[in-house]
């Protein structure tokens, strides 16, 4: 297993801040996942004798948690809420849509890697739902129709540039971005 020497610092530095080191295990597993996508049986060795504790103490979380994986996901993750607002908005034909335009089912990676859908829990923005986050990016109100739209862009590699689909973390910042230009120019007058 290779981590960069970034990883290996942020995980010296996390490890001693727990008055016993095996309390550190999830923070050390995130670490890993962030850098590798998944932590494999070798990883899970690694950290064990890390921390002093049995490979099975970290094998035990990775199969329990849902957000912690064996096996990485496609290179762009899409994920779809499942939850009852979302649901009762059609996050079902959502997924769904994506599935058949993205060529995969959701829970798995399709064949050549690209892209994995994952239908699941709230995705904490319940009020604009159904939300479909793309790896990072959080987009709103998607329903079926809106999924066919996103997906095509995604598959051109267009969705970034897209002024139809602006992620809630891109409206926050040039909301941002907006707001602070106004606020100096009235400092200037
Ligand atoms: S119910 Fe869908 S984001 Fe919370």
């Given at each position: 297993?290779?981590?960069?020497?970034?990883?290996?610092?942020?995980?010296?530095?996390?490890?001693?801040?727990?008055?016993?080191?095996?309390?550190?295990?999830?923070?050390?597993?995130?670490?890993?996942?962030?850098?590798?996508?998944?932590?494999?049986?070798?990883?899970?060795?690694?950290?064990?004798?890390?921390?002093?504790?049995?490979?099975?103490?970290?094998?035990?979380?990775?199969?329990?948690?849902?957000?912690?994986?064996?096996?990485?996901?496609?290179?762009?993750?899409?994920?779809?809420?499942?939850?009852?607002?979302?649901?009762?908005?059609?996050?079902?034909?959502?997924?769904?849509?994506?599935?058949?335009?993205?060529?995969?089912?959701?829970?798995?990676?399709?064949?050549?890697?690209?892209?994995?859908?994952?239908?699941?829990?709230?995705?904490?923005?319940?009020?604009?739902?159904?939300?479909?986050?793309?790896?990072?990016?959080?987009?709103?109100?998607?329903?079926?129709?809106?999924?066919?739209?996103?997906?095509?862009?995604?598959?051109?590699?267009?969705?970034?540039?897209?002024?139809?689909?602006?992620?809630?973390?891109?409206?926050?910042?040039?909301e941002t971005?907006t707001k602070a230009k106004k606020s100096?120019?009235?400092?200037?007058?």
């Amino acid at each position: 297993m290779e981590l960069t020497k970034e990883t290996l610092q942020e995980i010296d530095e996390v490890v001693p801040r727990y008055p016993d080191k095996r309390s550190a295990v999830l923070m050390v597993i995130h670490l890993i996942q962030d850098e590798l996508g998944a932590i494999s049986d070798e990883t899970c060795e690694w950290i064990a004798e890390k921390l002093d504790i049995e490979p099975i103490n970290v094998k035990e979380l990775i199969t329990f948690y849902p957000m912690l994986r064996e096996t990485p996901w496609g290179k762009t993750h899409v994920r779809v809420c499942r939850t009852l607002p979302c649901a009762l908005r059609g996050s079902y034909a959502t997924c769904q849509k994506l599935e058949k335009k993205l060529g995969v089912k959701e829970g798995h990676v399709r064949e050549d890697g690209e892209y994995s859908i994952e239908f699941m829990e709230c995705l904490a923005d319940c009020g604009e739902g159904p939300v479909v986050m793309v790896d990072e990016e959080t987009y709103e109100n998607i329903d079926e129709k809106e999924a066919g739209k996103l997906a095509d862009l995604l598959l051109m590699g267009k969705l970034d540039d897209s002024a139809e689909f602006v992620s809630y973390e891109k409206g926050l910042l040039s909301e941002t971005v907006t707001k602070a230009k106004k606020s100096s120019s009235k400092a200037k007058k």
